[in-house]
């Protein structure tokens, strides 16, 4: 059974910054494609950054392209994404999620396969 665990959701000032990690036992993130998601309250899951096992090329929805960054510990089997200058609208649950069916990662969350509990991200003064 894949299992997805993140962390490092919070409540941070506008304008703040956030880490938020996904890691995994049992099995390499490394051979996985990896997304991160969003889903805010009465909206649709949003695919915000994914990034691929082959060659790790990333992926960046326009709403966070140039705050966010994705990246990978392959020591630590853990995938990230950093958070820079969050804004209100960033308030969100976040997901990571896993799938290896594809040569690159997608932000569409119907292809992916395993995902994470969710944590809670919140901006607000």
């Known amino acids: 059974q894949v299992q997805l665990v993140e962390s490092g959701g919070g409540l941070v000032q506008p304008g703040g910054s956030l880490r938020l990690s996904c890691a995994a036992s049992?099995?390499?993130?490394?051979?996985?494609?990896i997304g991160w998601f969003r889903q805010a309250p009465g909206k649709e899951r949003e695919g915000i950054s994914c990034?691929?096992?082959?060659?790790?090329?990333?992926y960046y929805a326009d709403s966070v392209k140039g705050r966010f960054t994705i990246s990978r510990d392959h020591a630590k089997n853990t995938v990230y994404l950093q958070m820079n200058s969050l804004k209100p609208e960033d308030t969100a649950v976040y997901y990571c999620?896993?799938?290896?069916?594809?040569?690159?990662?997608?932000?569409?969350?119907?292809?992916?396969?395993?995902w994470g509990q969710g944590t809670q991200v919140s901006v607000s003064s």
């Open positions: 999620a896993a799938e290896n069916k594809n040569l690159y990662c997608s932000g569409l969350p119907n292809e992916y396969d395993y």
């Open positions: 049992e099995f390499v993130l490394d051979y996985y494609n």
């Open positions: 990034i691929s096992s082959n060659d790790g090329r990333t």
